[in-house]
């Protein structure tokens, strides 16, 4: 399952959302559940519960360079201190990864794609950094799906 995360009407806060949107486009949704959410932490543990490999995206505040990717697999990485706010969100996506890791819900396969944003206004376009991280993130999990999950019987660009 891939789950795009973030408000389309605030600037860079539209990049989960975005990827989310373009590989619903690119991938068999026979195989590939895609979905864009707002951000509730409840809301996220619910639908996360619902497939065994995750992908989350969301945009990022945390003082790195507009455009910067961060990819943090729970597998083999906790969310560190400096992590912790990987969402534009506030509390959101660390609340529904702890929630989820306390209710034995989190996915066995969980992986993170935070795109470090720089506008958040309303009414703002995505900025040109973000929205090539944007291309790059789609690109890096549409290669890691095919690697993932043999494509037999599909096209696939």
Known sequence: MIIGIGNLDRGDDAAGRLVARALG?????????????????????????????????????????????????????????????????????SAAIDLAGILGQLPEICIIYAIEGANYALGAAVSSPVQQAIDKVVGRIEDEIVNFIPMKGTEHA
């Open 25 to 93: 486009h690119k991938l068999p949704s026979h195989i590939i559940s895609v979905c864009e959410m707002s951000g509730d932490a409840l809301a996220l543990v619910e639908k996360m519960k619902q497939a065994p490999a995750v992908f989350i995206i969301d945009a990022c505040v945390s003082g790195a360079k507009a455009g910067d990717i961060k990819r943090i697999d729970l597998r083999y990485q906790a969310l560190l201190s400096q992590q912790r706010d990987v969402s534009s969100h506030g509390f959101g996506l």
